[in-house]
């Protein structure tokens, strides 16, 4: 079965940008990534996610190896309100893989 | 964008009593809605997929006669925790599914369960 692997944790400097890593060899062909965060108490909330093409919005960039057994999320410049858990998630067929979570902490 | 409501964002209930979470899509129609269970520290867990007009789908080791889940209409799936007791006592996440892979999903705020 697909899975997806993260740090634990990773820390930033404020206004830096971050590079949030996700391993997912067993990918197949059809799955999507998708990263979403979140904050204590809260639901997930959508960041982005792409399929084999990098993917740009207002929030991050994903950056997807050509071989898609690997995907980088891209915060371009870091902010305290940024500091989150961040899931990489597989979508195989609607099913979704759960990563364990990247607790991104943001230095000021 | 896509917007899911979900109530209450926090219940207390004696051990032993029912307690219902609504999850509304409030913006599109969601045919596909998931419930989850997120226990500290921890990734969010499928407890069941529901599908508007029919039976919902469990995970394995999730007790549906437990976890209730009705998915009447396109905006509406509700999860009810019947006879609660406090190892029930958790964070509920919604989930809906968007349009098309396009979309993504949507995720409800969570319902912060406490049987005592």
């Known amino acids: 079965d697909a899975k997806t692997t993260q740090p634990n944790s990773m820390e930033s400097n404020e206004e830096e940008p971050v590079h949030l890593p996700c391993n997912h060899s067993?990918?197949?062909?059809?799955?999507?990534i998708h990263w979403y965060r979140q904050l204590p108490s809260q639901g997930p909330e959508y960041v982005i996610h792409?399929?084999?093409?990098?993917v740009n919005n207002r929030m991050a960039s994903l950056a997807i190896a050509e071989d898609r057994k690997s995907s980088t999320l891209i915060l371009h410049r870091a902010t305290l309100r940024d500091a989150a858990v961040y899931y990489c998630?597989?979508?195989?067929?609607?099913?979704?893989?759960w990563g364990a979570g990247t607790k991104l902490i943001i230095k000021p | 964008g896509a917007v899911v409501s979900q109530h209450p964002s926090r219940v207390i209930c004696k051990s032993g009593t029912s307690v219902k979470i609504e999850c509304r899509s409030l913006?599109?129609?969601?045919?596909?809605m998931f419930w989850y269970r997120q226990f500290p520290k921890q990734s969010l867990m499928l407890m069941a997929t529901?599908?508007?007009?029919?039976?919902?789908?469990?995970e394995q080791g999730v007790e549906k006669d437990k976890f209730l889940i009705n998915h009447a209409s396109l905006t509406l799936s509700t999860l009810t925790v019947t006879s609660a007791h406090p190892e029930d006592s958790s964070f509920y996440i919604c989930?809906?599914?968007?349009?098309?892979?396009?979309?993504?999903?949507?995720f409800g705020s969570g319902t912060r369960l406490t049987v005592v």
């Open positions: 792409g399929l084999t093409s990098n």
């Open positions: 998630i597989l979508d195989s067929n609607y099913q979704l893989i």
């Open positions: 913006d599109f129609q969601a045919t596909t």
């Open positions: 529901s599908n508007e007009g029919s039976k919902a789908t469990y």
């Open positions: 067993t990918i197949s062909g059809t799955d999507y």
């Open positions: 989930s809906a599914r968007g349009p098309d892979r396009g979309f993504g999903y949507t």
